[in-house]
């Protein structure tokens, strides 16, 4: 077994090219089944998937979802290699499923935080109203960073409370803005913007401090400094404001398909993850408020 898997390694390096640490990977775990087989007395690697699936339900308990998914990413692999070498005449990891990947929730602010946040930048300064604007805006829509930095002043309808959008694949979509942000961006376009752009202007709302177009870089560094000086312990990003946006929606009251279109996915499993986070907060409440909870 030990002279398969260092000639599968081989095969891997030469005729597949695979990057060395995934080699290493790969022939790790194809070791950890070989020793598995050793302990149950087998001296081959076996065509029966009983044997397949009672070694993965031992290491189902042991590894990480993704750790497994590589496990019989590896497997497959190497099954295939046996059944190119003739060693075995039919191969049981075709009928071995991976299994699904760990579903990470993102990371929200809660709503003091958001209001923390909210009052951090010095809006007495063009930087800081215009940031002020940005994070009321990204809160108050759910904007993509990137919909944020290419946004237009064509695109605004304040008067309506609307904003025109363009997100993935080009698609447009209409999006309301609250008046509390309606009104952070007036004040950002009258006052701090004239005074950091330059002739010719960009189109663009946002301008950093030179006058050009903002970049999600410079978003991302401001908003990371602010979360910094407010001692706020989470792993914030421009997206945690979507994030937050979408859950504080649903946790009161929203229906699924209207977050769907508010955030512009085009199918509504990608927004569902979302109905995990508010799920959390059903528990808590549960739990806190139940007699015997």
């Not at 599968?8 to 598995?36: C, I, K, M, N, P």
């Not at 497959?76 to 190119?84: A, D, G, S, T």
């Not at 950093?208 to 870089?217: A, E």
Request: a neutral charge; proline letters at 5%; aromatic letters at 8%.
């Amino acid at each position: 077994m030990d002279e398969l898997i260092l000639d599968f390694g081989h095969y891997l390096d030469v005729e597949r090219g695979l990057a060395a640490t995934t080699q290493a990977s790969y022939q790790q775990d194809l070791r950890e089944f070989a020793a598995w087989l050793t302990t149950q007395q087998l001296a081959a690697f076996p065509e029966e998937l009983a044997v397949i699936q009672d070694f993965l339900s031992a290491q189902t308990s042991l590894k990480a979802a993704s750790s497994m998914s590589r496990m019989i990413s590896a497997m497959r692999r190497f099954y295939r290699y046996l059944m190119q070498e003739t060693v075995i005449t039919s191969d049981p990891m075709t009928l071995i499923d991976s299994p699904k990947p760990a579903q990470h929730l993102p990371a929200t602010l809660s709503s003091t935080e958001i209001d923390r946040l909210m009052a951090a930048p010095d809006t007495t300064k063009p930087l800081g109203l215009r940031d002020r604007a940005i994070f009321e805006l990204m809160y108050a829509t759910g904007l993509r960073v990137s919909e944020v930095v290419t946004l237009r002043l064509d695109q605004l309808h304040l008067t309506l409370n609307l904003l025109q959008v363009t997100g993935k694949g080009d698609k447009e979509r209409i999006v309301p803005i609250s008046p509390q942000a309606v009104t952070w961006m007036s004040q950002y376009l009258s006052t701090a913007r004239p005074q950091l752009t330059k002739q010719p202007a960009p189109p663009t709302v946002f301008v950093n401090f030179h006058g050009r177009p903002l970049t999600r870089q410079g978003i991302w560094k401001n908003l990371k400094a602010y979360i910094e000086a407010l001692g706020i312990q989470k792993n914030v990003t421009p997206h945690t404001l979507r994030h937050s946006f979408a859950t504080h929606l649903l946790e009161n009251g929203a229906d699924l398909r209207v977050v769907q279109e508010l955030l512009g996915h085009s199918d509504i499993s990608t927004t569902q993850i979302y109905t995990h986070l508010s799920n959390k907060k059903i528990v808590a409440v549960y739990h806190a408020t139940h007699p015997r909870g």
